[in-house]
């Protein structure tokens, strides 16, 4: 389905509810990642908690991504600012809004978003293959294979 990982970033203040992060980044995976914590310093010098969630095999990378749900998925993929989304290297940029996603939500981040989850999906593409028309094929995939497996599951099952 053409995707080489996945990763995503969400940070806490040094007092915020790491363990509630922590699990809802192992909800969105599906299970699938490997999280580390590190401690940092904001630029403003508090101490932080950055969390990434990491889906280095591939299968595992594309069967994480269908856990963003069959409505995410194809308002991506038929988004006019899909393009924007998609670096020179070409990684496919998502942000969601980390309230919703504790609340077992998943929403992208928009400008009234205070506290955001970055993340970055590394597209498997070939000399001569099309960057944008993959990332399409890749979100129809998988929003496909969401809808089929009802993701995102509930937070509470």
Known sequence: ?????????????AVGMKEVIQSA???LTGDYA??????????????????RAYVGNKKDATNAVCHLGADLLNSLGESNQLSDRID???T????????????GEIHLADESSLEIVKGRIKLEVYPGQDVLQ????MLENAASK????????????
């Open 34 to 51: 490997e999280i580390k914590c590190e401690k940092v310093r904001s630029y403003h010098g508090p101490k932080m908690v950055m969390m």
């Open 1 to 13: 389905m053409a995707v080489h990982n996945l990763m995503w970033v969400a940070t806490s203040s």
């Open 134 to 137: 993959r990332a399409k094929d």
């Open 88 to 90: 020179e290297s070409n």
């Open 92 to 103: 496919l940029h998502i942000r969601l809004d980390l309230a919703a996603l504790v609340r």
């Open 25 to 27: 980044l192992d909800w």
């Open 146 to 157: 969401a809808y089929q497996n009802d993701f995102p599951i509930s937070l509470d099952t």
